[in-house]
């Protein structure tokens, strides 16, 4: 078991950048969802997937940021522009009913 | 918007001794009730998780507490190591059989040699 796998570790872009982030969940789990980790704001579920449909994205904090689960193997979390206030750390959690959440090792995301 | 108060932000503790820490929710789906271990430069994992229908339950050294009246719940870890030394995080469901957990601050825990 693989576990769940984000890429890249870590992201240094400028502000006005698009920034992509990418998940791959543990093979089998059917939700899948995007936090935010912040030493002001401790972790933020940002939008969470069932069967690869959005079913809650009301943590998602403005309209630059999108995410997409285009099959049960794939998820992106896109900023557009990206601004220096979304310096974080994001994770991406996989789960299955009954299982509780595995997390990957997050994208340092650093905006200048 | 729901919240789940975490307590202590940060705790020392002698190798040995017991580390305690506390959570207490608001209204919330009775699911499961997890703790999350965070090692610095990794994402949370799972430490230990109870089910609202006991009031305890042990893993070697970890023990949850689960106060369902007083919507508190709290870890224990016995015979406090230096490798626990971690950040902790308590979660609570929000919504029934969805798993969508809201998550507490954190306590960072330093165990002295």
């Known amino acids: 078991d693989a576990g769940v796998i984000q890429s890249p570790r870590h992201e240094v872009t400028e502000m006005g950048q698009e920034v992509t982030l990418r998940c791959k969940p543990i093979?089998?789990?059917?939700?899948l969802f995007w936090y935010r980790q912040t030493m002001m704001r401790g972790l933020e579920l940002l939008i969470y997937?069932?069967?690869?449909?959005?079913?809650?994205d009301s943590g998602m904090p403005e309209d630059r940021f999108s995410a997409k689960m285009p099959n049960a193997s794939f998820s992106t979390l896109k900023i557009q522009p990206s601004e220096p206030r979304d310096s974080a750390v994001y994770f991406c959690?996989?789960?299955?009913?009954?299982?509780?959440?595995?997390f990957g090792n997050g994208t340092r995301l650093t905006v200048t | 918007q729901q919240q789940v108060k975490q307590s202590p932000q940060s705790l020392i503790v002698q190798k040995g001794g017991i580390s305690i820490i506390n959570c207490a929710y608001e209204?919330?789906?009775?699911?499961?009730f997890p703790w999350y271990q965070q090692f610095p430069g990794k994402g949370p994992a799972l430490l230990i998780a109870?089910?609202?229908?006991?009031s305890e339950k042990k893993e070697g050294r970890f023990t949850i507490s689960f106060n369902k009246s007083a919507k508190q719940f709290s870890l224990h870890i016995m015979d406090s190591q230096p490798g626990d030394s971690a950040t902790y995080f308590c979660?609570?469901?929000?919504?029934?059989?969805?798993?969508?957990?809201?998550f507490g601050t954190g306590t960072r825990l330093k165990v002295l040699a």
């Open positions: 959690a996989s789960s299955y009913p009954g299982s509780p959440l595995h």
């Open positions: 093979s089998g789990h059917n939700s």
């Open positions: 997937f069932n069967n690869n449909v959005p079913i809650d």
């Open positions: 209204n919330t789906a009775f699911d499961y």
């Open positions: 109870i089910r609202p229908d006991v």
């Open positions: 979660a609570a469901p929000t919504t029934s059989g969805t798993y969508k957990y809201i």
